[in-house]
C-alpha cells in the first residue's frame, strides 16, 4: 500500500539554525499537510497546501515557516531560525480530495529536537 | 473554537480486557468525527468514523458511536488484544481543511 514518508526520522538542529523537514506524498494525492505535536500536547494543524498554494495555515505558522513542493514528488517544511519552543513531531500528511471523510495518510513523523 | 478532549493518561490493560477511551466534543453544528491509531513507529492512520448523530463507526473490533445528547464519541473494544497497543486521537474537522485533535492516549496491552 503506497505510504507518505519523511526525512529524516530525527534532526537535532542549534538554536536559530534553519531546518527542511521533507515528505514524499502519495503520489496521486493532491492536498498536503502539516501538523506538529509537542511532548505531551495536542496535534495542531499547521498549514494546508493545494494546487502550489497555502490554502490555511495555524496561527503557529509565521513568518519563520514555509512549505514548498519543489518538484512533483517532495513536499517541505522550512524553520528559518529555530527556537526552543519548535522541538516537537512533525507529521506530514496528504489525500486525494478535501472532503471531510476523506481520510489523512500520515507520514512516521519527523522528531525536530533544538537545542 | 471546535475541539476534542480525551481523558488524562495511558491506559493499561490485560489481554482480553474491555477498552474504553473517552472523548468529548466541543463545536457548532455536528460535525464528522473520527478515531485514529498510531502504531509503533508508524504514522497516524483512520481507525474509524461517524458522519452523523447517531451514527456507528466500526473497525478492527473497535467501535463508537456519536452521541450529540452527551457531545461524545467514545471508543470502545470488547477483547483487546496486544496488537492494539498504540496511541489512540479522538479528531473533528474544523474550518475549512483542518482536523483539531486531541491529546491522545497510550493504550498498552499487557499479555
Known amino acids: 500500500e503506497p505510504e507518505v514518508t519523511q526525512t529524516p526520522s530525527h534532526q537535532v538542529t542549534q538554536m536559530g539554525q534553519e531546518v527542511i523537514l521533507r515528505c514524499v506524498p502519495i503520489?496521486?494525492?493532491?492536498?498536503f499537510y502539516w501538523y506538529r505535536q509537542i511532548l505531551g500536547q495536542k496535534v495542531e494543524f499547521l498549514v494546508s497546501?493545494?494546487?502550489?498554494?497555502?490554502?490555511?495555515k495555524s496561527e503557529i505558522f509565521d513568518d519563520q515557516f514555509s512549505v514548498e513542493r519543489p518538484d512533483g514528488s517532495n513536499f517541505t517544511l522550512k524553520i528559518r531560525s529555530t527556537k526552543l519552543e519548535d522541538s516537537a513531531m512533525y507529521f506530514c500528511a496528504s489525500r486525494i480530495t478535501d472532503r471531510v471523510v476523506s481520510p489523512l495518510h500520515f507520514g512516521n513523523g519527523t522528531r525536530l529536537t533544538v537545542t | 473554537g471546535d475541539s476534542v478532549t480525551q481523558m488524562e493518561g495511558p491506559v493499561t490493560l490485560s489481554e482480553e480486557a474491555f477498552l474504553t477511551i473517552n472523548c468529548t466534543y466541543t463545536a457548532t453544528g455536528y460535525p464528522s468525527l473520527f478515531w485514529y491509531v498510531q502504531y509503533p513507529g508508524e504514522g497516524l492512520q483512520l481507525l474509524l468514523k461517524?458522519?452523523?448523530?447517531?451514527d456507528k463507526g466500526s473497525n478492527k473490533g473497535f467501535e463508537a458511536t456519536y452521541r450529540k445528547e452527551t457531545t461524545s464519541f467514545h471508543l470502545e473494544k470488547g477483547s483487546v488484544q496486544v496488537s492494539d497497543s498504540a496511541v489512540y486521537f479522538c479528531a473533528l474537522p474544523y474550518g475549512n481543511n483542518r482536523l483539531a485533535f486531541g491529546k491522545g492516549n497510550q493504550v498498552v496491552v499487557i499479555p
Open positions: 461517524a458522519t452523523k448523530a447517531d
Open positions: 497546501f493545494y494546487n502550489n498554494e497555502i490554502s490555511e
Open positions: 503520489s496521486n494525492h493532491l492536498y
